[in-house]
């Protein structure tokens, strides 16, 4: 019923930029916080960056000031700019909307966290 798609990942140079993008669909009623995570091979998923409705970002210390998240409410869309790319932030990076709700028709849904489906993100010369 909820759905959260990804777009624009790919392969870039070290020093370049990629936007990523993520959509959530569905009955959405509304979404506490959306977010973007990364995973490496070999290593453990983490935060990259993550804004609330209000418009409180966060960010990971690796990305500041490279990093831009950027949210459309009335979308349920989340952006991440992502410029000055390094080798170091190669991987498969996940949109999670954290604290989603629904509706179904007849009542409203618990808060639930959901993730896209993962969009790969290369940097190499």
């Known amino acids: 019923q909820v759905q959260l798609v990804e777009s624009g990942g790919g392969l870039v140079q070290p020093g370049g930029s990629l936007r990523l993008s993520c959509a959530a669909s569905g009955s959405i009623f509304s979404i506490n916080a959306m977010g973007w995570y990364r995973q490496a091979p070999g290593k453990q998923r983490e935060l990259v960056a993550a804004?609330?409705?209000?418009?409180?970002?966060n960010y990971a210390d690796s990305v500041k000031g490279r990093f831009t998240i950027s949210r459309d409410n009335a979308k349920n869309t989340v952006y991440l700019h992502m410029n000055s790319l390094k080798p170091e932030d190669t991987g498969v990076y996940y949109c999670n909307a954290a604290g989603l709700r629904y509706y179904t028709g007849a009542y409203y849904s618990l808060p639930t966290d959901y993730w896209g489906q993962g969009t790969q993100v290369t940097v190499s010369s």
């Open positions: 804004i609330t409705t209000g418009g409180s970002r």
